[in-house]
């Protein structure tokens, strides 16, 4: 447990919640700020920050869990899809720092599509398309954990970044 993180003060019964799902290592709970009728967050008990700190057991147990809510949020609300958003550090819009699924309910009436449609589409060049590609490429079996430690891929990423904003680019 990690002291002032609200989702292990849920966990531990300190925060109530609208608890839809426990198992000895996952709970599901209503999300307070639903974006749809039905908006459940999946978490582990254990507090990881991101999912890039779990362990990659923990993190396969918690896509069944998820699995099994989406089908239950889905037959429960009557809705016509789901949408399942995970997001990890600030800049990917995390709020709270403690590893979680967004399970949504989604309506054939309610317009906009997929979470896709959030982030606006971007036009690159075939050449940064390959590069991007290969800086991935070379990133891989690094490790499970967060890559804090690896200087020259970080550089790389930094270069990239760089040129990325030198490169002709529409928003
Ligand atoms: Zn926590």
């Known amino acids: 447990m990690e002291e002032e993180c609200l989702f292990c003060k849920i966990v531990a019964g300190e925060i109530p919640s609208e608890e839809v799902y ?4 996952f709970i599901a709970f209503l999300d307070i700020n639903p974006r749809n009728p039905g908006h459940t967050l999946v978490i582990p008990r254990k507090h990881y920050n991101t999912i890039l700190e779990m ?13 099994k809510i989406a089908i239950a949020v889905k037959k429960g609300t009557n809705a016509d899809g789901i ?4 997001s990890n550090e600030r800049a990917a819009g995390q709020v709270i720092p403690h ?3 967004h399970v949504i309910p989604r309506f054939a009436s309610e317009g906009p599509p997929g979470l896709e449609s959030i ?3 971007k ?3 075939p050449e940064i398309m390959k590069k991007l590609t290969e800086t991935i490429k070379a990133n891989f079996g690094s490790s499970e954990t ?9 550089e790389k990423t930094e270069e ?4 990325l904003k030198e490169e002709d680019f529409e928003l």
């Open 22 to 25: 426990s198992d000895g290592d």
């Open 119 to 121: 982030i606006p589409t």
């Open 55 to 67: 362990p990659d057991s923990e993190v396969a147990d918690l896509s069944r869990v998820v699995k």
């Open 160 to 163: 990239l970044r760089e040129e």
């Open 83 to 86: 949408s399942i958003g995970q």
């Open 99 to 101: 590893v979680h699924f």
């Open 146 to 154: 967060a890559p804090a430690k690896k200087p020259e891929k970080l």
């Open 123 to 125: 036009k690159l060049t």
